[in-house]
């Protein structure tokens, strides 16, 4: 009987050995949308996309996260796949995920009190609402969430645009040492080591959110140029990001001339479990 034993004792240890380290790593998974069909804002989402992107390779790289990022762009870009995965995506309990949608985005007078807007899909007319992304995604109980929509919160009249809802039938589809040192532990402080959500959109009800050619999205620009900055400095925290980020967006709006005077103020929620 020792001897068995002994024999699959043996066994488990190399296949232990032999599996692949990301079987037993907790992951990065992402899912990154821009609505790169619209005509208006098309160019400008794509580069958001481009720098978001980056960022999550390094997110992953400072953590050791496996990243797995489900990227929607050009034609993918419909509420149906997105929901589609939101939906059937496999999350853990030790898992970091990101939602990211730049495009456009309305609110209707319905949807007070909630702060969010719908996310709006310009080759089908359709929109998706926020807070269902968010509730979706909390109903997995990844490790930790963090959604950040850069898309306008304006208001369109009721009944204007329809939104479509998930179905419950499966869908198909320093020195430079001391500086990676520190990003590398602010990374983990802020990505690995926080639990709960970060539910974040780029302005408040009623606002437009704004964006050109040199910046792509302004609040997209502001928040991945504040996370830089964040995991460089000591004392990191999601909180001090994202007003570093709210002010961003309001240094690169200013115009001394107030006839020229647009405002569009960030909104976001921090949930987190002790």
Request: aromatic residues 12%; contains cysteine.
């Amino acid at each position: 009987m020792k001897k068995i034993m002994n024999n699959i004792f043996s066994v488990c240890l190399m296949v232990f050995l032999f599996l692949p380290a990301s079987s037993f790593a907790a992951n990065l998974i992402a899912i990154t949308i821009a609505d790169t069909k619209d005509d208006s804002v098309g160019q400008l989402v794509g580069k958001d996309l481009e720098r978001f992107s980056d960022e999550l390779q390094k997110i992953s790289k400072y953590t050791q996260l496996n990243l797995e990022q489900v990227v929607f762009q050009d034609d993918d870009v419909t509420p149906w796949n997105v929901l589609g995965v939101l939906q059937n995506i496999e999350i853990s309990s030790d898992d970091v995920v990101v939602f990211f949608f730049s495009g456009h985005g309305f609110r209707t007078d319905d949807k007070n009190p909630n702060p969010w807007p719908n996310l709006y899909f310009s080759l089908y007319g359709k929109g998706v609402d926020y807070q269902e992304v968010i509730d979706i995604l909390k109903e997995k109980q990844p490790r930790l969430l963090v959604t950040v929509l850069n898309a306008c919160n304006s208001y369109v009249p009721d009944n204007a645009i329809t939104i479509v809802h998930q179905t419950r039938s499966a869908v198909t589809f320093t020195s430079d040492l001391d500086i990676k040192g520190t990003m590398k532990y602010n990374f983990n402080k802020l990505f690995w080591k926080k639990k709960g959500s970060i539910n974040i959109t780029s302005s408040k009800p009623d606002q437009y959110s704004y964006g050109n050619t040199l910046y792509g999205g302004l609040y997209t620009y502001s928040f991945l140029d504040s996370l830089e900055k964040e995991v460089r400095r000591s004392g990191a925290s999601w909180e001090h990001l994202l007003t570093t980020a709210d002010q961003e967006v309001a240094d690169l709006l200013y115009s001394p001339d107030d006839e020229n005077k647009v405002v569009q103020e960030p909104y976001y929620e921090l949930n987190f479990i002790n």
